[in-house]
């Protein structure tokens, strides 16, 4: 959520109520200077009691206990204030703690409820959870609005809604398969940092779906997930690498890999077969590998 919201200096702070110029309080929030936000934001309400912007920060700083002791509850009371005005993220926010039931009870037809109104208003984040929402009830009608929901969320570069209308096209579902659109949407997925389409990305590239095989960039596409800690990544990187296809062949390297994607609990057989030969010092050296990889992220 903390991604989400460093946009709302941009997107937000809109209205007569707020003073034009510098967003102090967003900018504090953005370098981490949390206490200052918190005063700040709390010094504009008191000059304009309707500075939802401010409203939604500090919902925020409550929400995730940034300079404040976490609480939800708290933080729900701001996002009300700000929804009761019409703000869409503060409605957006509400809904998915609704539908996770943080601060407040579960409530899934309030935070159903919620969403439409953010989405109505042109909120892309609640495009994309009112999208999973209707996919969820496995109605066609309401998976075609998904599909719609999806697409304004994708337009909107929200990597989650990318990744999963990528998804949709390269599985058939709610539209005609077509993988060309579904490699298009996971490679702008992975432009805005979204590590599952990152690796379907990939997947496409080494099998030559959708997009030229190319198993030089599938490998090192896979190795960008899966140093962020991905263990699809980790485990594909490691075959790759054993059999040398698309980086040189590398045993140690491809046993490191492999030890990463296992100790996420993606245990693989064929790679226990194909490396069971390591002599002590190679497992030894892919263990330090391995290790230094997880304490580096």
Do not use: C
Request: no cysteine.
């Amino acid at each position: 959520m903390r991604a989400w919201i460093l946009a709302l200096a941009s997107l937000a702070v809109a209205g007569p109520a707020v003073a034009a110029g510098p967003d102090i309080a967003y900018g504090a929030y953005q370098r981490g200077l949390y206490m200052t936000a918190l005063r700040e934001a709390t010094a504009r309400l008191e000059q304009s009691p309707g500075d939802t912007a401010a409203m939604v920060l500090l919902g925020e700083l409550f929400n995730q206990g940034l300079g404040v002791a976490a609480d939800p509850a708290k933080a729900v009371e701001w996002y009300r204030l700000a929804a009761r005005r019409g703000d869409a993220h503060a409605l957006s926010l509400l809904g998915t703690l609704a539908l996770e039931g943080r601060g407040m009870e579960k409530n899934p037809g309030q935070a159903k409820a919620w969403l439409e109104e953010a989405a109505a208003k042109g909120e892309p984040r609640a495009s994309y959870n009112l999208a999973l929402l209707l996919l969820s009830s496995g109605a066609e009608t309401d998976g075609l609005r998904a599909v719609d929901l999806l697409r304004k969320a994708a337009e909107a570069e929200i990597g989650d809604a990318q990744h999963a209308l990528g998804v949709l096209y390269l599985k058939g579902h709610g539209v005609s398969r077509d993988p060309v659109e579904a490699a298009r949407w996971f490679e702008r997925a992975t432009k805005n940092g979204n590590v599952a389409g990152e690796v379907e990305f990939a997947i496409l590239l080494f099998n030559g779906e959708g997009v030229p095989a190319n198993e030089a960039l599938a490998a090192r596409t896979f190795r960008r997930a899966a140093l962020k800690g991905n263990a699809i990544a980790q485990n594909r990187l490691a075959r790759l690498t054993f059999a040398g296809r698309g980086v040189p062949q590398n045993k140690v390297e491809a046993a490191a890999w492999h030890m990463m994607a296992a100790a996420q609990g993606l245990n693989d057989s064929w790679l226990d077969n194909a490396l069971k030969d390591l002599s002590a010092d190679e497992r030894s050296r892919a263990e330090r590998l391995a290790a230094e990889r997880a304490a580096a992220r």
